[in-house]
């Protein structure tokens, strides 16, 4: 059902009314996006940034690591002050770092300034990442909170579509700094939403002391609670799937299948189209066909199955087409899982549901971003060490989920 917030000044009313409803999916896709926005708009330029930046792939890759890492950790610092200070402050202060991170990665004169930059950055985009979700639950419990995150997932879609797209005709234009500063121009305009069209989603009454003791003491709850961990692994681990993708596949079709930087764009976007449609057809079947599990273990099972294709492509060089469709299979069950997912995890934590959400913000880019870096350790990303690395994360999610509790 939806969960009207507290009136009161300055706190956000009920979400029945369509127009607030749809501004709300709006602001809160956007900055639930922030993650996928701004590590694939770079993901075409990466090739080139090593070139022009005079270091090595996998310097550049450390890049996307260091954005992933910095993303996660911080996290589990904006979550559970949320619940003691509200969502809105820490947000504001969010969309600032975002803004000056992306402005200090447009001007880096080199790998390890940019590697600083991206830090700055991500600790901006854990704030919309965490915080979007936190609301969400504020707002809504049960099957609508499943097919709120459902319609989050039209702009999360969006932000893969475009963005490579976007990076990849601007670097028709400019150089790879363009990029940053049009990332940039996002991080204002997102502040400026966030300052005149959003307001407090967690009144005073319920909001938690903001003691280390106590935080600790949540986050111990969160991680002993084994329905919830449940849900956050398979989450985590379908993510880093996706992610050994994200991260490894500029290398692997631009490079070894020779697509220039705009057909590469224009694959990377049809996947996250992907994602847009299928995380819509999961929010029309939940409730009515399926209930959230069926819909989490089905779609894990597409993403095993497709991952396992991606990686016979690699080892028996078949055709792109072949390993292109794979890869749509893998990328596009995506959104199902992490709606599904995360109304399963935060459904019982709405007490904690910044603290709730900064954990499995944790869990998934630290997995993903381990399983990024374990892809590259060989020193060169391949399609098989690419596959290999898909395969054995969408296979543990599935088996995660499958797990009988003790």
């Known amino acids: 059902m939806t969960i009207a917030a507290a009136r009161g000044s300055g706190v956000l009313e009920p979400v029945a009314d369509p127009p607030r409803r749809a501004r709300l999916a709006l602001i809160l896709g956007a900055l639930s996006a922030f993650g996928a926005l ?6 075409p330029a990466m090739p080139r940034m090593a070139d022009q930046l ?9 890049t996307l690591t260091a954005f992933v890492v910095g993303l996660a950790l911080f996290q589990v610092v904006v979550g559970p002050l949320s619940d003691a200070w509200g969502r809105r402050r820490p947000l504001l202060a ?5 803004l000056a991170g992306s402005l200090w990665c447009a001007l880096a004169p080199s790998v390890g300034w940019l590697i600083a930059g991206r830090i700055l950055q991500s600790l901006g985009a854990a704030a919309g990442t965490v915080l979007a979700r936190a609301i969400v639950r504020d707002l809504f419990s049960g099957t609508a909170m499943t097919r709120f995150f459902s319609t989050l997932m039209v702009v999360n879609g969006v932000a893969p579509v475009m963005a490579p797209v976007i990076g990849g005709q601007l670097l028709t234009l400019a150089t790879w700094r363009a990029v940053f500063l049009v990332l940039a121009a996002v991080g204002a305009v997102l502040l400026l939403a966030v300052v005149f069209a959003l307001p407090e989603s967690l009144p005073d009454a319920h909001r938690a002391p903001a003691h280390l003791r106590a935080t600790l003491r949540t986050f111990r709850t969160l991680a002993t609670d084994l329905q919830y961990m449940r849900y956050v692994l398979a989450a985590a681990l379908m993510f880093a799937a996706v992610f050994a993708y994200i991260s490894g596949s500029s290398f692997v079709l631009q490079d070894a299948y020779g697509l220039t930087a705009q057909q590469f764009g224009l694959v990377f976007g ?3 189209l992907g ?6 057809v999961g929010g029309m079947l939940v409730g009515r066909v399926a209930d959230e599990h069926t819909l989490l273990r089905v779609s894990l099972t597409v993403a095993a199955l497709g991952s396992a294709g991606v990686l016979a492509c690699a080892v028996f060089r078949l055709p792109l087409p072949f390993l292109l469709a794979c890869l749509f299979l893998v990328v596009s069950v995506l959104g199902i899982v ?14 904690a549901a910044g603290a709730a959400s900064s954990l499995q913000g944790l869990l998934q880019f630290l997995v993903g971003g381990l399983a990024a870096s374990a892809m590259s350790l060989p020193g060169q990303v391949t399609a098989v060490s690419m596959g290999a690395t898909m395969l054995v994360c969408a296979t543990a999610a599935l088996a995660v989920l ?3 509790r003790a």
Not at 38 to 43: E, G, S, V, W
Not at 94 to 98: C, I, N, Q, T, V
């Open 94 to 98: 969010g969309m600032a770092l975002y």
């Open 402 to 404: 499958s797990a009988r």
């Open 275 to 280: 994602i847009v449609l299928l995380g819509q």
């Open 38 to 43: 701004t590590i694939d708009m770079y993901l």
């Open 54 to 62: 005079h270091t090595s792939a996998p310097l550049v890759q450390m």
């Open 338 to 351: 992490l709606a599904n997912a995360t109304s399963l995890a935060l459904g019982s934590h709405g007490s």
């Open 270 to 272: 049809l996947n996250g």
